[in-house]
């Protein structure tokens, strides 16, 4: 028994890990894995502290700057806070944190928190509720070289939290070989997946992140596709509104209806999820996969001739419009080094060469214009994931978005799984949510 | 008379005990907690009177058992007790001055039309880096050059006055620029710099080579407790309410910084009062206890069956087989869950498609719960298995012998010989067992998450433990909320302390068997 009660305390620490990550953010877990190996580390002069287990890093006292990464970025990230060091004479540590958005929070309580971190736009309204990010004031210049919607990303109350380094949001992959172009609404996308089925050239018609309990961030582009449907009302200032919850409006419901028909259809099932979604699609069963960036790298391991296109449309609606995530640098409101980190992330983040460094090891389509396009000059999958993410609004960023993620997911999966009808399931749902943001 | 070698032993460990105590003490004065210095301090005292004289040598055996206790069992029941009468949660993290420093400080917007400075951090000539009062040396787009003081702005005359490529000044005749090194170590004196301008505004610096002209929009009345945001027109004014700062005229809006305070034992009849938590609760409760005993019985039954066919002296080939059957255990059990996981898949999984059926396995309520039963028998029986063998092997042969002679076929000896003798041994691991699939976070986690989640309520599972429903309250869901969390773990202990109370009754009387 004893063995199992370590056990046991091990993976209470990995499901911690792992429920941070579904509870809120965005599904960007999976991602990163693979394009790693890609990453330049030759003139790395320090390399990144690896932790052991999945413990927060312990801060190094001894230090002027300190950066929270994952993994997967700490190689370019150290790159350039070696130049940052050498540069202005100071020592910098990079440090690779397994779960940098509780981790970050946790520490920062104890005054033992990082000077800087990386990670996803959305975690920004929950940092600024909990006092753990101070504002980053970039010049007008300086924030006219990104994209609008990025720049958008990095604002709470009209506040600028951060500099942007890389945007990502889902799209359709479908196999080249089984479907030579791709469909343009989701009838279409439907006949010809159901067309391959009967012909024995695949199982399925479509791959898509759904599971048991649901997954909004998957979810949403199908309200998206009717003009008043979503999540959250846009106030007048651009921000949203977490007062005027709209997953029941009718534009809403009707996207709803398409989750259910779908359903029906068996082309979405809660069947499907992040351990077998990209299984489907890279062993050939399925011609079409919605996903994002971090799908590419087994496709390509697993040989597949893929491509990337917009999502579809719906029948009565427009273009399904997906979330757009946007990834970030921030600096701690609690930094010991608060002038340094500054520094660092106005002068060095806004630049070409670091963030075509980031973007080697993400393979994101860069936020700032410049790098941006020289990349999509020369990668046709960025500039494909780029269009597919051009109609989409950027991920709200308000703390009432934690309400949302538990309540809408379960919502759609139910739809799918026909255990409750659109309307009655999103009426549901809209009363809890609106239930939870007054408690919280 | 103590051989002297002994004494020497008993007081090196006094010393490296009193050593280790001043070394925490010494942690706990850098991190400025008067109380816990004070009370290590006690604790020290106390071991070396307890240890170097004669006085109480009952205690000397239970001073260690004793701490550990307070400290590790104690501690937390008493720290999650306190933590469950506040609101300590998301946007509760920290006091009411914090919250109005941090939303202040956040307020400040550039002033529009002001330009971008480059900027330098110096003192005057001859100052002390780590004290003199900091001044910021200011290069406007046009190449104007400016000293920024707490008093103003004043002109720098140019002369003597050097400058790179972009404008930040590196020289400048009266006054010495600080390295970065430098500057940085005062970051604090460089947050608060604010030099003042004629529009009400201050310079303030962006990193180190930047500063921008900032003017903070929120302004705190301390006498009227009033936070005023003057961004808006009309200035919005929030006033305090339930740990936050809500908008007097909209009740809607509010600051998303709020703060911790004391709510006595609000979460507590939030428990009681919520007709979703209480009845959730209840279900919960019952499911809870349910699968304990289920895994128990199932795990043991399974193991000792397989244990009492291995204890046949006829069988050959044991060692293999036994080996092979402690697999399962010896896999990480976190990794079996995820295999099990897949196993279930109502499409894909292997279990559906081998007995061509078409079970939802894990999306309804008696599915879930008879995938968590099945994948925890095969995670449990081979630790009852071993128990078993164990146990069996240490009941002579010459006992059941005496029971065939006497005239008792298999299943008699079974029942009645083999039965209470293996219980006696096997007894309190059971026990054990129960407490731990109690508390069997990782199983559910990982297979099941507590889901199916039925109808319009996310926050209370159908599989769901007390342990995974209070851990999804504090770290997860809506809003993290610690505090409730702490009051709902508070009602399990109460609740397994209570269930316990009959376990040891009934332990004790297992061991009077022998």
Not at chain 1, 46 to 60: C, F, I, K, M, W
Not at chain 1, 62 to 83: E, F, G, H, M, P
Not at chain 2, 215 to 225: E, G, Q, W
Request: aromatic share 8%; proline share 6%.
């Amino acid at each position: 028994m004893h063995k199992r009660a370590l056990g046991a305390a091990a993976v209470t620490g990995v499901a911690a890990l792992a429920l941070s990550a579904c509870g809120g953010s965005s599904p960007t877990t999976p991602s990163d894995t693979g394009a790693a190996g890609t990453s330049k580390a030759a003139t790395t002069t320090g390399t990144p502290e690896t932790p052991s287990g999945t413990a927060a890093p312990v801060r190094d006292a001894n230090v002027d700057l300190v950066i929270w990464t994952d993994a997967d970025r700490s190689a370019a990230v150290q790159k350039y806070a070696d130049q940052f060091a050498a540069e202005n004479g100071v020592t910098v540590k990079v440090q690779i944190s397994t779960d940098t958005r509780a981790q970050f929070k946790d520490a920062t309580k104890v005054g033992k928190g990082p000077d800087v971190i990386v990670g996803a736009h959305d975690w920004l309204g929950e940092l600024v509720q909990n006092s753990t990010v101070a504002p980053v004031n970039l010049s007008s210049d300086v924030a006219a070289k990104f994209l609008p919607k990025a720049i958008e990303a990095t604002k709470f109350n009209g506040q600028s939290y951060g500099v942007p380094y890389a945007v990502e949001n889902i799209g359709l992959m479908y196999n080249k070989d089984l479907v030579p172009n791709p469909p343009k609404t989701m009838d279409e996308l439907v006949a010809t997946g159901e067309k391959l089925v009967k012909e024995g050239k695949a199982k399925q018609v479509l791959s898509q992140f759904v599971s048991k309990v649901g997954n909004a961030y998957f979810a949403y582009p199908y309200l998206s596709a009717f003009p008043e449907g979503g999540i959250f009302a846009i106030k007048p200032n651009g921000d949203y509104d977490p007062n005027k919850v709209i997953v029941n409006t009718p534009d809403s419901i009707k996207g709803g209806d398409v989750l259910a028909e779908l359903g029906k259809k068996k082309v979405l099932s809660t069947n499907v999820d992040d351990t077998n979604q990209d299984a489907l699609f890279d062993t050939k069963a399925t011609p079409f996969m919605i996903s994002g960036p971090w799908s590419v790298a087994k496709a390509k391991e697993a040989g597949v001739n893929y491509g990337i296109a917009p999502l579809p449309s719906l029948t009565g609606g427009g273009a399904m419009r997906p979330f757009l995530g946007v990834q970030m640098f921030y600096v701690s409101s609690k930094a010991k080094n608060a002038a340094l980190a500054q520094e660092f992330v106005t002068n060095y983040i806004p630049r070409k060469d670091v963030q075509l460094a980031l973007f080697e090891v993400g393979k994101r389509p860069p936020a700032l214009k410049e790098a941006y396009a020289e990349v999509a000059a020369s990668d046709p999958d960025v500039k494909a994931w780029y269009e597919a993410g051009i109609d989409g609004s950027p991920m709200p960023n308000i703390p009432a978005m934690n309400s949302v993620w538990g309540p809408f997911g379960q919502a759609t999966a139910d739809i799918i799984a026909g255990k409750a009808g659109a309307k009655e399931r999103l009426d549901a749902a809209a009363k809890e949510i609106t239930a939870n943001i007054a408690k919280g | 008379m103590t051989k002297p070698i002994a004494l020497a032993i008993k007081w090196v460990l006094i010393v490296a005990t009193l050593a280790g105590i001043l070394w925490i003490a010494t942690r706990l004065a850098q991190a400025g907690n008067t109380m816990a210095v004070v009370i290590a301090g006690l604790v020290g005292m106390g071991i070396l009177a307890v240890y170097a004289t004669r006085r109480s040598v009952p205690l000397k055996y239970l001073v260690p058992g004793l701490l550990f206790m307070i400290l590790f069992q104690l501690w937390p029941v008493l720290y999650t007790a306190s933590l469950s009468t506040t609101n300590y949660g998301d946007g509760h993290l920290y006091s009411k001055q914090e919250s109005v420093t941090d939303i202040i400080a956040q307020s400040v917007r550039e002033v529009p039309d002001t330009p971008r400075y480059k900027m330098s951090v110096a003192i005057a000539e001859g100052g002390d880096p780590v004290t003199a009062d900091l001044v910021l040396l200011l290069t406007k787009p046009d190449g104007s050059t400016y000293v920024g003081e707490t008093t103003g702005l004043k002109p720098l005359p140019p002369a003597g006055v050097e400058k790179t490529s972009i404008g930040k000044i590196t020289k400048a005749p009266g006054y010495t620029v600080l390295t970065a090194k430098q500057a940085n170590a005062r970051s604090k004196d460089l947050s608060a710099i604010a030099v003042p301008t004629s529009d009400g505004g201050g310079i303030k610096p962006v990193g180190l080579s930047e500063a921008f002209e900032g003017k903070a929009t929120v302004t705190y009345d301390a006498a009227a407790d009033k936070l005023t945001d003057a961004g808006t027109t009309p200035p919005t004014v929030y006033a305090p309410k339930d740990a936050k700062w809500v908008n007097v005229a909209d009740a809607t809006q509010s600051f998303p910084q709020g703060w911790k305070e004391n709510i006595g034992l609000a979460n507590y009849s939030r428990i009681f009062t919520d007709s979703t938590i209480r009845s959730g609760f209840l279900s919960i409760f019952i499911w809870n206890i349910a699968f304990a005993i289920l895994s128990v019985l199932t795990t043991f039954l399974l193991g000792m069956l397989i244990a009492l066919l291995f204890n046949d002296p006829r069988l050959r080939g044991k060692a293999i087989y036994r080996s092979l059957l402690i697999l399962p255990y010896a896999l990480p059990g976190f990794v079996t869950a995820l295999v099990w996981k897949g196993m279930f898949n109502q499409d894909y999984g292997i279990i559906n498609q081998t007995l061509n059926i078409s079970v939802d396995w894990l999306g309804t309520p008696a599915g879930a719960k008879a995938a968590i039963l099945i994948t925890n028998l095969w995670l449990g029986f081979p630790y009852m298995f071993i128990v078993c063998t164990g146990a069996l092997q240490s009941i002579p042969q010459d006992v059941r012998e005496a029971a065939t002679i006497d005239g008792a076929n298999a299943f008699r000896t079974l029942r009645s010989i083999i039965m209470p003798l293996l219980l006696v041994a096997v007894g309190p691991l059971l026990l054990a067992s129960f407490a731990f699939n109690f508390n069997n976070f990782g199983l559910i986690y990982l297979l099941t998450k507590g889901g199916p989640f039925n109808g319009a309520d996310t926050s209370i599972g159908s599989s769901d433990l007390l342990i995974t429903y209070a851990f999804r309250l504090a770290f997860s869901g809506s809003a993290p909320n610690y505090g409730f969390a702490a009051a709902v773990s508070v009602i399990i202990f109460l609740l397994v302390a209570l269930m316990s109370i009959p376990g040891f009754r009934r332990t004790k009387a297992l061991e009077e068997v022998n």
